[in-house]
């Protein structure tokens, strides 16, 4: 079995991007997987695509939730992951 990896595109100077962070790393005792940050400053696509969304919890290739992660969202698509 894989690690599951989350995705998290975030910017700097973002607090909605320092919850999330906070909430995936709470919710790391309870599901293994890996977090990657990745700042959409460093790619324009990225800014295009998700500039007013930020930040995008990505599972599997798919964005779970953006803006305010609720904590039920992630939690049941990395059950059903």
């Known amino acids: 079995m894989h690690q599951k ?9 973002c607090p909605l991007c320092d919850d999330a962070h906070k909430l995936l790393e709470s919710m790391q005792s309870q599901h293994a997987f890996q977090i990657e940050a990745v700042d959409i400053y460093k ?3 990225l800014i295009e695509k998700y500039g007013l969304m930020i930040p995008v919890v990505e599972i599997d290739g798919k964005e779970i939730d953006y803006g305010r992660i609720s904590a039920d969202i992630v939690k049941k698509a990395l059950t059903n992951f």
């Not at 990896?5 to 100077?13: A, D, E, G, P």
């Open 5 to 13: 990896k989350v995705v998290l595109y975030t910017k700097v100077h």
């Open 43 to 45: 790619d324009d696509s």
